[in-house]
């Protein structure tokens, strides 16, 4: 049995490209005692882990990749072999592992049993009924904490957190509006996954003229998947008391100089408002709640679920890099 591994091969400078990574093979491990051994059959991509393709990242939330080591991801898998006493053979398992064919764990790495719905698609666990979903629920409704007839705006409205917080926010009754990057995007936003206003930040009079014309009351509650010059020029149009769900920061992952500067605090302070980051991992206890009312959604048809799934572990980096240029729609995951 082998093992095909997608290693960090350097340290990506600026936007990543495919020359950042490589492959090995390697035979497949054997579990010691308190081990066990997954088979991977999913790769979550998401742009975030980008934060830690970089030297001297720290052990801020997660610890640097290692150069020439497998690249750290999302994963879900079926374990394969067992020697630990809580992981049975043939449970599934949602875990912070990499992309590799097969994962050897003792589960200190984030990895929990998942209980799945054998009439749904084994890859919404991946996506909008698992980390997508609970990122997108635990963000709006914690920080947001969003009321009928509020106007709600989501940056990277497109993308996997970013689609499904707009429809959260739609099933709840709120005024939607999505900002994206080109004018194709923002109809699909709109004809697509219902927001009630798609918006090109890159259309003639830039984001702040799109804004008065599309937020002319303001905005309640902002969910950033961006920052840079975007969560700047938002914050021009916060209503007061509104609430700023920080929640990613993709303008800012790959910039080798110095990250975009915010120069309009002082509006959250004349507008009173909260802005607040936040980690779906750090509310464990909430999943059960998150997942019943994003499975309602879903079997109702108020959430849809936009996954586009790559083939094999050899498209990984290609549809990796693909997620900074604006080239997806919804969620991408690879299918092993």
Known sequence: ???????????????????????????????????????????????????????????????????????????????????????????LVLGRHAWETYTLTDASDFTAPLEVDADLPLHLYLGTLGPTGLTAYLGLMDIGQPKAGETVVVSAAGGAVGS???????????????????????????????????????????LDEALKKACPEGVDIYFDNVGGAILDTTLTHLRQGARVVLCGMVADYHDVEKPYGVSHLWEAITKRATLKGFMYT????????????LRHWFETGAIQSFDEIRDGIEATPAAFCGLFTGANRGKIMIKL
């Not at 936007?15 to 051994?37: N, Q, R, T």
């Not at 699909?188 to 009079?205: H, T």
């Not at 464990?284 to 998150?290: M, N």
């Open 1 to 91: 049995m082998i093992n095909q591994r997608v290693l960090l091969a350097r340290y990506p400078l600026g936007l990543p490209v495919e020359a950042d990574f490589s492959f090995d093979e390697v035979p497949v491990p054997e579990p010691e005692d308190g081990e066990f051994l997954i088979r991977n059959l999913y790769f979550s991509l998401d742009a975030g882990f980008r934060q830690w393709m970089r030297e001297g990242a720290g052990d801020n939330y997660l610890s640097a990749m290692a150069i020439a080591r497998p690249v750290m991801s999302l994963t879900l898998g079926r374990v394969e072999r067992s020697r630990h006493p809580d992981f049975d053979e043939g449970m």
């Open 164 to 206: 499904v917080a707009g429809q959260i926010a739609k099933a709840l009754g709120c005024r939607t509006v999505g900002l994206t990057s080109s004018d194709d995007k923002a109809a699909w936003l709109e004809r697509g996954i219902g927001y009630d206003v798609g918006v090109n930040y890159n259309a003639a009079g830039g």
């Open 282 to 293: 750090d509310e464990v206890a909430r999943y059960p709640e998150a997942m019943a009312r």
